[in-house]
């Protein structure tokens, strides 16, 4: 989770925003100060849908989504309290 505290000459609101495709929260308690909040979005490894000893990539590029298109059959293994094997990031 990332937090950032941005000053927007054009934010002129006071409340709440949750950008529900991108997983980030806005909180602007005082207009023109924004409180940006990244939320942590779930990892996945792709196990081929023969080969499942070692994961062929991670859905950190394409999405869950846009994994069964590419590779229709895989296996999704999310991953938890470790690093991915494919870029190393934690989750």
Known sequence: MKVQLQF???DLWIGLFIDSKNKVLYM???PMVV???VLPQRHYM???KYYKEKPIGCCSELGKEGVFE???GC????VKKKKCL???EDD
């Open 35 to 37: 409180i940006k909040i």
């Open 75 to 78: 296996t999704l293994v999310r």
């Open 28 to 30: 602007c308690l005082i």
């Open 86 to 88: 494919v870029c190393n």
């Open 70 to 72: 590419e590779e229709p």
């Open 46 to 48: 792709i196990y081929g």
């Open 8 to 10: 927007k000459w054009f």
